[in-house]
């Protein structure tokens, strides 16, 4: 960690992922996935969702996760590419998670305390999700970790989403903060790739969502088991 600790010292602002990184959404997504399936007339015995069939699945937002659902469930009933099409999916996926969102997920462990030490070193921060930017607001709220962030911003904020770097560059310029003194905050390789491609520092959560993958095989600057943890990198 001493090279980590190098390029981290440098850090005036931070950037935080929230799902898989701040709060654990996962089961918030399999009951409203379950929900648009009932609705699109997928039998309970061909596909259900569960943890661990969504959770490699996550982050890279909304439309990708539904259309991969859509995929998985159309192997196991071929009917049901008759009976919805991807666009009344999403529509049936997003009101049913507008209704759960926040009521399964939970906050880390760490979380709260990480972000506390953050802010007390005077580091401005924003989050920024592939999710829905209303969804991110509502979900932070209802977790109350609005207050941490200057700024929220989502996966319909900007033209890409991550792992593409525009979202991260928009987010410094919000922030006033070169891209080499942003510090990027995630659990997966779409947040390090992104990091990367801006030209940001990045380190991982060694939990979270990062496609079924290993996350300490990804390309990082450092890997924390808790957000506490960060400030000691930051040195």
Same mark, same amino acid.
């Given at each position: 960690? !001493?090279?980590?600790? !190098?390029? *981290? &010292?440098? !850090?005036?602002?931070?950037?935080?992922?929230?799902?898989?990184?701040?709060?654990?959404? $996962? %089961?918030?997504?399999?009951?409203?996935?379950?929900?648009?399936?009932?609705?699109?007339?997928?039998?309970?015995?061909?596909?259900?969702?569960?943890?661990?069939?969504?959770?490699?699945?996550? /982050?890279? /937002?909304?439309?990708?996760?539904? @259309?991969?659902?859509?995929? $998985? &469930?159309?192997?196991?009933?071929?009917?049901?590419?008759? %009976?919805?099409?991807?666009?009344?999916?999403?529509?049936?996926?997003?009101?049913?998670?507008?209704?759960?969102?926040?009521?399964?997920?939970?906050?880390? =462990?760490?979380?709260?305390?990480?972000?506390?030490?953050?802010?007390?070193?005077? *580091?401005?921060?924003?989050?920024?999700?592939?999710?829905?930017?209303?969804?991110?607001?509502?979900?932070?709220?209802? @977790?109350?970790?609005?207050?941490?962030?200057?700024?929220?911003?989502? /996966?319909?904020?900007?033209?890409?989403?991550? =792992?593409? =770097?525009?979202?991260?560059? @928009?987010?410094?310029? #919000?922030?006033?903060?070169?891209?080499?003194?942003?510090?990027?905050?995630?659990?997966?390789?779409?947040?390090?790739?992104? #990091?990367?491609?801006? /030209?940001? =520092?990045?380190? *991982?959560?060694?939990?979270?969502?990062?496609?079924?993958?290993?996350?300490?095989?990804?390309?990082?600057?450092?890997?924390?088991?808790? *957000?506490?943890? $960060?400030?000691?990198?930051?040195?």
């Amino acid at each position: 960690m !001493t090279g980590a600790r !190098t390029v *981290l &010292a440098q !850090t005036r602002a931070v950037i935080v992922d929230l799902d898989g990184t701040l709060v654990h959404t $996962l %089961i918030d997504f399999v009951a409203a996935i379950n929900l648009m399936l009932d609705d699109l007339g997928v039998d309970h015995s061909a596909f259900r969702a569960t943890a661990a069939n969504i959770e490699p699945l996550v /982050g890279k /937002g909304s439309e990708s996760l539904i @259309k991969q659902v859509l995929g $998985l &469930a159309s192997i196991a009933q071929p009917a049901i590419k008759n %009976i919805a099409s991807f666009e009344e999916a999403l529509a049936t996926y997003l009101r049913h998670y507008r209704a759960i969102n926040g009521v399964y997920a939970t906050v880390y =462990p760490g979380v709260v305390l990480g972000l506390k030490q953050l802010k007390a070193r005077g *580091l401005r921060l924003a989050c920024l999700t592939n999710k829905p930017v209303a969804f991110a607001h509502a979900l932070l709220k209802a @977790k109350q970790l609005d207050t941490f962030f200057e700024v929220t911003f989502g /996966g319909d904020s900007f033209e890409r989403k991550k =792992p593409d =770097p525009l979202p991260l560059l @928009k987010t410094c310029e #919000a922030l006033g903060s070169l891209p080499g003194q942003t510090l990027m905050i995630g659990d997966s390789s779409n947040d390090a790739l992104a #990091a990367r491609a801006a /030209g940001c =520092p990045v380190v *991982l959560v060694t939990y979270g969502y990062n496609h079924g993958q290993p996350v300490q095989a990804v390309d990082s600057d450092g890997f924390v088991d808790s *957000l506490a943890d $960060l400030p000691g990198l930051l040195s």
